[in-house]
């Protein structure tokens, strides 16, 4: 019953309940033990009033299952109460409860000093978050990585960029492992104070050592370098990582194939496209198509033309302005043969409305036809 009431958000019934249980004892228990359902009962119905900020009715319950349970709550029951005081921004309410958990000799654990650590950073009160921690490792309690992580956003937050990434060069050398939330802290705020060759010097620093986490996606660091023209630094980043088994994602890979195109590198663009659709990262439909007309635009559509068949097979099929932009290639090149092919192409898929358009076309491969995009760039061979 406490359960169908508190996942249905009966709160006010769930009182009832829950008073009536601590003015009448179960009748499974003999007098010497209490019934060893209570506790569990008064935990979830505590923790689900805590979800909602009724922290008065967990306070109520909190104390009724202490008189009615042997000895005294765990920590676990502890640790719900003092994380509905800190996230209801109830600071004082949690410190007292903590206070009050190490009288009653309940030993706390990484949860506990989590819990307080990221209240007092919330509360803005930072160097207290740092004695707790201090206070953590003084009894025996190792800290895990979401203390780090609280504490390297924290000194962040401070402006201690020093201090923060020491402190992840701490977490190195305690042995626990980064998370992805550790390097996104880290890297998105050094980029953020505009410290983007910091920010990559130390994420390849990371790598190198064997810290990156599986899966942590390093578009924002390519993208602040990106924007801030170091294009070359972005690709080396993505180069080496990706050599190390850490993939880039398809948003990664397109904005550093962008950058490249800005700054006239086509064949690398190229390359770095022609790389990730054999990995079966599959980009955008723009930055694809308009990688193509940079290609056709310095007379290598054949090569243009099969990107599109990789691309088509990694399931990324053309659409009109693919065939469009290969056509105009191969009209101004004068394979009008291989451009016969494509209309032929864009006829079976139903690329082609009307007769307009399909004479148009023809036309085009007879006697060559303007590019659809601009930017005419230099293709090193």
């Keep these: 019953m406490v359960r169908t009431l508190a996942v249905t958000d009966r709160f006010d019934d769930l009182r009832s309940v829950l008073a009536g249980m601590a003015s009448n004892p179960c009748p499974c228990s003999d007098g010497i033990f209490s019934c060893p359902q209570t506790e569990p009962i008064f935990r979830f119905a505590i923790n689900s009033y805590c979800r909602v900020g009724r922290l008065d009715d967990a306070s109520i319950a909190f104390d009724s299952m202490r008189k009615m349970i042997d000895g005294k709550p765990d920590k676990a029951m502890y640790n719900i109460l003092i994380h509905g005081f800190a996230k209801c921004r109830e600071h004082e309410k949690a410190l007292t409860l903590y206070d009050r958990m190490i009288k009653d000799r309940v030993k706390p654990d990484v949860y506990t000093f989590n819990i307080l650590i990221s209240s007092y950073c919330r509360n803005s009160q930072f160097e207290l978050a740092l004695g707790v921690f201090k206070e953590m490792k003084s009894k025996g309690c190792s800290p895990n990585v979401v203390s780090f992580n609280t504490l390297i956003k924290g000194f962040f937050r401070e402006r201690k960029f020093e201090e923060g990434i020491g402190m992840a060069y701490e977490m190195i050398e305690l042995g626990c492992e980064f998370s992805r939330a550790t390097c996104e802290i880290l890297v ?3 980029c953020r104070e505009g410290r983007v060759l910091e920010a990559c010097d130390l994420l390849l620093e990371f790598s190198r050592k064997g810290a990156l986490p599986n ?17 070359g630094r972005a690709s080396e980043v993505v180069d080496e990582l990706w050599r190390k088994g850490n993939a880039p994602s398809s948003i990664c890979c397109t904005t550093l194939i962008e950058g490249l195109r800005a700054m006239k590198r086509t064949e690398e663009a190229f ?111």
């Design 271 to 381: 390359r770095l496209m022609e790389k990730m659709l054999k990995e079966v990262i599959v980009p955008d439909s723009v930055t694809y198509n308009c990688l193509l007309q940079d290609v056709c635009n310095v007379g290598r559509t054949v090569e243009a033309d099969r990107l599109r068949l990789l691309a088509s097979s990694k399931g990324l099929d053309a659409d009109s302005m693919t065939y469009d932009i290969l056509v105009s290639g191969y009209s101004r090149e004068g394979r009008r043969k291989e451009g016969e092919r494509l209309v032929d192409e864009m006829l079976d898929r139903g690329y082609i409305p009307d007769i307009a358009t399909y004479n148009r076309l023809m036309d085009g491969l007879c006697k060559g036809r303007n590019s659809i995009c601009s930017q005419p760039e230099v293709l090193d061979g």
């Design 188 to 190: 998105d705020g050094l």
């Design 215 to 231: 899966g942590f996606d390093y578009f924002g660091l390519v993208e602040a370098l990106c924007r801030e023209g170091y294009v």
